[in-house]
Nanobody, 125 residues
Framework: QVQLVESGGGLVQAGGSLRISCVAS????????MGWFRQAPGKEREFVAG????????YYVDSVKGRFTISRDNAKNTVYLQMNSLKPEDTAVYYC??????????????????WGQGTQVTVSS
């Protein structure tokens, strides 16, 4: 049982930065690999970044490598996504998700069992 709540979205100009957060409730937070997905209107949900339960491994979709950083603080039951050098194509609703599958970071939505309600990120050109 995990409940996830995202926050920190907003409107930024191209080239700017934004940090979004996901707070999890539940005492087994540290047992889950965590991921960030995003979905733009008319497009399918897309994997953005993932992090293992220990925080020791991360993985990013090619389009955000070098610009985005995922991290977690298990003591605060929180995962973060720091987004730098934002582009208009980054505009989407960003979702936090938790996966109970151990091992490699998963990139398919169906491999994540828990989802937040999303936070809107809009990047103006």
């Amino acid at each position: 049982q995990v409940q996830l709540v995202e926050s920190g979205g907003g409107l930024v100009q191209a080239g700017g930065s934004l940090r979004i957060s996901c707070v999890a409730s539940g005492r087994t937070f540290s047992s889950y690999n965590m991921g960030w997905f995003r979905q733009a209107p008319g497009k399918e949900r897309e994997f953005v970044a993932g992090i293992t339960w220990s925080g020791g491994s991360t993985y990013y979709v090619d389009s955000v490598k070098g610009r985005f950083t995922i991290s977690r603080d298990n003591a605060k039951n929180t995962v973060y996504l720091q987004m730098n050098s934002l582009k208009p194509e980054d505009t989407a609703v960003y979702y936090c998700a938790a996966s109970g599958i151990s091992g490699n970071i998963r990139v398919r939505p169906h491999e994540y069992g828990y989802w937040g309600q999303g936070t809107q990120v809009t990047v103006s050109s």
